[in-house]
């Protein structure tokens, strides 16, 4: 099955700064990389996501890129705010067999005003 | 007011008992997840239903059972096979033909 890994699993950044989270997939057929936010007692956000078809998507000050040769995605948050202190999760999906969703571990990002 | 309802937010139950977790949607979706989140890991995904009387098995359907008698219902039972019930369970849906997936608020079970 497909494994995903998240790296770091905590990180901490001023604010104003760039955020960066990275994950990797072993499915090479994996074609769906979404990204959840998840405060503290709730259920996971989508906040971005991309297919296999893109290499990079952005939406305001989020940002995702995909290197499917090396089986890697990131998210990129510029100019961080408090509010974006958070636990934020990847996962991979082979969309079409089920939509199974497999996650990463987490990461906890603290923006430190 | 359109989403996705999980009820009770916080439950506890004593060990042997079988505990049913509630997971209601009104967003039309066709398929509805359920998921079992652990501290310092991922969401892990218990099972999953494309449609209406029909689910499948995912990872760790070990201890669980699930039905899906209306297109907007899954409920989760935990039952006393489970060995390991303490945890966050999350309910999601998405849309036929789309790729997203959206959560509830989450039920907290504990058990002692």
Request: hydrophobic share 30%; with cysteine; charged share 20%.
């Amino acid at each position: 099955g497909e494994n995903v890994e998240q790296h770091p699993s905590t990180l901490s950044v001023q604010e104003g700064d760039s955020a960066v989270i990275k994950c990797t997939y072993s499915d090479s057929a994996s074609n769906y990389f979404p990204w959840y936010k998840q405060e503290l007692g709730k259920g996971p956000q989508l906040i971005i996501d991309i297919r296999s078809n893109v290499g990079e998507k952005k939406d305001q000050r989020i940002a995702v890129t995909l290197n499917k040769t090396a089986k890697h995605f990131s998210l990129h948050i510029t100019e961080t705010q408090p509010e974006d202190s958070a636990v934020y999760f990847c996962a991979a999906s082979k969309v079409g067999t089920g939509n199974q969703f497999y996650f990463g571990t987490g990461t906890s990002l603290t923006v430190i005003p | 007011d359109g989403g996705i309802t999980q009820s009770p937010k916080y439950l506890f139950r004593k060990e042997g008992q079988n505990v049913t977790l509630s997971c209601e949607q009104n967003l039309n979706h066709d398929a509805m997840y359920w998921y079992r989140q652990d501290p310092g890991q991922g969401l892990r995904l218990i099972y999953y239903s494309q449609i209406v009387n029909d689910f499948q098995k995912g990872d760790i359907a070990e201890g669980y059972s699930v039905s899906r008698e209306k297109k907007e219902s899954f409920p989760l039972t935990v039952t006393s096979a489970q060995k390991n019930p303490t945890a966050f369970y999350l309910c999601a849906s998405s849309a036929q033909g789309r790729y997203e997936q959206y959560f509830g608020p989450g039920t907290r079970l504990t058990v002692t």
